[in-house]
């Protein structure tokens, strides 16, 4: 008789030693918490997850959760390379190296004798990680250069695929997603309580919180349901911090932040026919405003609640390489990623990043927009 998926999710828990959870490029607030809250799960059934982020370190209107600062940007050390030595007959004495012109030299001093070619044997190590996890990622590709770098890892790994989007390909071994939920955090709530409720603890129940209020802009999306709440409550009633959730989401912005905010709102133009929204933002006012990248998504949450009429919201800016990277959030039935197709974008069909280079922000305003909002128009 077959498992039921929650039962064949925690089976898989069980068997990892070392799991990894991917945050994928544009999972924005809900897969980072998700993430955190999950490896919290994790902990508790003696499995030290690690979390690895496409975008980066996470925002900071997150890191009141405890544990953001063990979140990953890069895969690293997946595997190693194997020399192996037969010592059976000669004994090591000592071992050096050295680096010479990018080769690395490896010097073996027997106690007495020698050894030949036929002593010596190269190979490659397993993965480091075991299990593969993916919070809110349509596809692998949303997964930007975690898979674009990594493929082989990600195919011949197994992989939990945790989505609410209908636009989820199914491409994990188990594919628990969720079309009724209105986040990620919900669909964790309700696989852990599947599990073991017992596992959800103050930390955990705030950080799926969490998640579930920044995906529906606190409860105010079309895709909230009765139960939809009916887990928030559950999630209350175990300690989630609601109160504390919105003031870290809603209600603190720093200065930088401001500053920030209304350098974009001085340069916001719009598309009324074809509902798009968009603004430049300069290496300069990063720097007269004291801000940095991680500050964006705040503004493109004031930029959606400043022009409610919009269904799509295009912010472009020139980051500290002085390249120029441009975030597209959309609704639904909208997808951010075919209105991009073209520009080499990668994220979910609610939001996706780009970044263009030997262009300035100009020049890239002038081909992106008008092609965002023909394709718009013809919708």
Known sequence: MALKQSQQILEAFRRSTRPLICVPSGGGADAYATAIGLAKVLKKLEKDATIVAADGAVPSNLQFLPGHDLVHTKLDNLRQFVIELDATKTKVDSLTYELKQDKLFVYLSPKKGFWDQKDVRTSSSGYRFDLIICIGSPDYESCAHLYSENPDFFFRTPVINIDHAPENEHYGQINAVDLTASACGEVCHDLIEAIEPGLIDEEVATAFLTGMIAKTKSFKTKNVTPKTLQTASKLMAKGARREDIVQRLYRTRSVQTLRLWGRALARLKADEEAKIVWTLLSHQDFIHAGAQEEDLPDVIDELIASSPQARVVVLLYENAERNVCVIVRGERPIDVIELCKGFNASG?????????????????????????AEQLKKK
């Open 348 to 372: 979910t069909r609610e939001e996706v990043r780009l970044c263009i280079i030997k262009k300035n922000i100009v020049q890239v305003e002038q081909e992106l927009i008008p092609a965002i």
